[in-house]
Nanobody, 123 residues
Framework: QVQLVESGGGSVQAGGSLRLSCVVS????????MGWFRQAPGKEREGVAA???????IVADSVKGRFTISQDNAKNTMHLQMNSLKPEDTGMYYC?????????????????WGQGTQVTVSS
C-alpha cells in the first residue's frame, strides 16, 4: 500500500519560513520522481517543485530563489524549504510520486498523492 504523509505546514507572517516534509512508503520502484504541488481556494492545483530519479530538481518561476526542494539519500523522504513566504503562497501543499515522468511540474503525470498540509501566510 502506497502512502505519502506530509508535515510541516502552518501559519506564518509574510517573510517567514516553513519546511515541509513528505515521507513515502510502499513505493519502491526505479525511475521515480517526487513533486510538491499546491492549491489555493478557487484555483487549480499547480506544480511548485519536483525532483527526478537522478536528483535533478526544478522549481516553478513563482517560487524560484525562495523555495528549495531536497531528498534524503534513501529517496523516501522529500523536503520543501520555503523562505521569504508571501501571502500568495497560501494554499494546501501536496506531495506526489510517479514513474517515468516527462514533465516534472505537471499534475497529471503523478500517480499517488498525499492528503496535503495547509500553509497560510498572512500579510
Amino acid at each position: 500500500q502506497v502512502q505519502l504523509v506530509e508535515s510541516g505546514g502552518g501559519s506564518v507572517q509574510a517573510g517567514g519560513s516553513l519546511r515541509l516534509s513528505c515521507v513515502v512508503s510502499g513505493y519502491t520502484y526505479s525511475h521515480v520522481s517526487m513533486g510538491w504541488f499546491r492549491q489555493a481556494p478557487g484555483k487549480e492545483r499547480e506544480g511548485v517543485a519536483a525532483i527526478d530519479s537522478y536528483g535533478s530538481a526544478i522549481v516553478a518561476d513563482s517560487v524560484k530563489g525562495r523555495f528549495t526542494i531536497s531528498q534524503d539519500n534513501a529517496k523516501n523522504t522529500m523536503h520543501l524549504q520555503m523562505n521569504s513566504l508571501k501571502p500568495e503562497d497560501t494554499g494546501m501543499y501536496y506531495c506526489a510520486v510517479g514513474r517515468y515522468i516527462a514533465t516534472l511540474l505537471e499534475v497529471v503525470e503523478y500517480e499517488y498523492w498525499g492528503q496535503g498540509t495547509q500553509v497560510t501566510v498572512s500579510s
